[in-house]
């Protein structure tokens, strides 16, 4: 990562660039663990590291077996991100872990010496439904979504018409505990298998309107990657968009 950022510093606007994961997996590795290297992350981008965290994949996906346990289902594994993001928010902070819950448990770990980015590492948390969604609005910084990925989105309308209403619920439950939502920044997730708002330049620009206008300042796809199908938008399309970014 030095060896990358070296890199990038003969670029004007590299004091802008921000890193992350999108996003990091409870499954993999233990709470203090994550937030240990988080930190170091923080320190070697001299505070521009963003923490994403999800609650894991389900079904027979490597994500979910590769140690050995059985699957979760989507209730328990919204348990046990609620544990792991309450547990990352109060170590990342410099204070000490006692808990001992159903999945996460912390027995005096401290991380030091303490992050960048006061109070932590910004955590960002990918949320759909009403539980994650919840969550996030307890300890996030930043809100995660790609929409409904149970239902693609039939075009552009329709996926802005989502994220617009899981963006509602968000400042619901804001609202319920007290918290502003403007504290909370909202990413959309524009995956490429969504070919009706990735179809042209003109079509994502059309999109990425429409998202501010539903309060989403930031949108993320997948890097052009011509050896996976599934991710391949297009050379084209990913240099006309960083061009039109730069200019608009």
């Known amino acids: 990562l030095r060896k990358i950022l ?26 203090l663990l994550l ?20 609650a894991g994949a389900g079904g027979a996906s490597f994500d979910a077996t590769v140690y050995g346990d059985e699957p979760l289902s989507p209730g328990p594994r919204a348990d046990r991100l609620d544990e792991y993001a309450t547990v990352l928010d109060g170590v990342l902070r410099g204070e000490l872990t006692g808990r001992r819950g159903r999945g996460e ?19 960002a948390l990918a949320a759909g439904g009403a539980r994650t969604i919840g969550i996030t609005a307890a300890v996030a910084d930043a809100f995660i979504t790609l929409g409904d990925p149970g239902t693609p989105p039939t075009d552009a309308a329709d996926y802005v018409r989502v ?4 963006a509602a619920r968000l ?29 042209s330049l ?47």
């Not at 994220?163 to 899981?166: E, F, P, S, V």
């Not at 609202?175 to 070919?195: H, N």
């Not at 539903?214 to 240099?239: N, Q």
């Open 6 to 31: 070296d890199r990038l510093a003969s670029i004007p606007t590299v004091e802008r660039i921000r890193i992350g994961t999108m996003v990091a997996s409870p499954t993999l590795r233990h709470p």
């Open 35 to 54: 937030a240990k290297e988080s930190m170091s992350l923080d320190h070697i981008s001299a505070g521009r590291f963003i923490l994403g965290l999800g």
């Open 171 to 199: 400042d619901g439950c804001c609202e319920r505990i007290g918290r502003d939502p403007a504290e909370i920044d909202r990413i959309a997730f524009v995956s490429s298998a969504f070919p009706s708002v990735l179809a």
């Open 202 to 248: 003109e079509a994502f620009v059309d999109l990425a309107g429409s998202l501010d206008d539903a309060g989403f300042g930031t949108i993320v796809f997948h890097d052009h990657r011509a050896d996976d199908p599934a991710l391949d938008i297009g050379l084209d399309l990913v240099e006309a968009i960083a061009q039109w970014r730069q200019t608009g």
């Open 163 to 166: 994220l617009a209403d899981q």
């Open 105 to 123: 448990t912390g027995d005096g770990g401290r991380v030091l010496p303490g992050c960048v980015q006061r109070p932590r590492v910004p955590l």
